[in-house]
């Protein structure tokens, strides 16, 4: 629990305590068959034709974040949150990281909901797609050369596990490519720690109006 938990980056743990969480409940009550569509369902997945449908499920943008499809799924989203999450938080902040997974995973299953509209879909990939572009955007702002450096490790990254998403079969590059829009957004709105001026106040509304703009499209199109 220590090595989990750690009280330099409560968000991190937080958030990979509530996922371990709920992979663990998923476990539990069905006995190993979590790969299961109706159990993705039952505790979050995304899937459009229920919020349309049942609009008040809208918080299925949000939930799925959560939900895994299996050991490898979780493993490895686990493993990228704990090392890219320590990574951003510190250089965001807490609360602002805080945000900026939860506003990123809510994007990628926006654009989940609009471009694969009759998928089911899980997963804390949209919002570590966020996190990925977050830095990448960063990196022609700052003058911060671990964040320059940061910034091009996870470009790279970034780029392989696109091509990854494109021909591996099973994996939504809708939430890939959409948690990358939402958190190239969110590094311009949010500030970072120690360079509040690399944005100017202009350019922080305007990606404001932008990213809020395009999540009430999307989602006006999605139910329509």
């Known amino acids: 629990m220590k090595g989990i938990f750690d009280r330099r980056y409560p968000v991190t743990s937080f958030f990979l ?32 034709p229920a919020i349309r449908l049942f609009p008040e499920q809208i918080w299925r943008l949000f939930s799925a974040i959560f939900v895994h499809i299996g050991w490898e799924h979780f493993i490895v989203n686990m493993l990228s949150l704990y090392y890219l999450g320590r990574q951003v938080e510190e250089i965001f902040g807490s609360k602002q990281f805080f ?50 450096q940061l910034g091009q490790s996870y470009l ?50 305007g990606a404001v109006v932008l990213f809020v703009g395009l999540a009430v499209l999307l989602l006006s199109k999605g139910m329509g």
């Open 17 to 48: 305590l509530v996922t371990a969480l709920v992979f663990l409940l998923m476990l539990v009550t069905t006995g190993g068959n979590f790969y299961r569509a109706d159990t993705l369902f039952r505790f979050g997945a995304m899937y459009g």
């Open 99 to 148: 945000f900026l997974y939860l506003l990123s995973g809510m994007m990628g299953n926006l654009f989940v909901f609009e471009f694969s509209p009759k998928s089911l879909a899980a997963g804390a990939s949209t919002s570590l797609y966020g996190l990925f572009a977050a830095i990448i955007v960063l990196r022609y702002a700052t003058r911060n050369p671990y964040i320059q």
């Open 156 to 205: 790279t990254l970034f780029v392989v596990n696109i091509i990854g998403s494109v021909l591996i079969p099973g994996i939504s590059l809708a939430g890939h490519i959409g948690g990358a829009v939402g958190g190239a957004f969110l590094a311009i709105i949010f500030p970072v720690r120690g360079e509040r001026r690399m944005y100017s106040a202009s350019q922080r509304l």
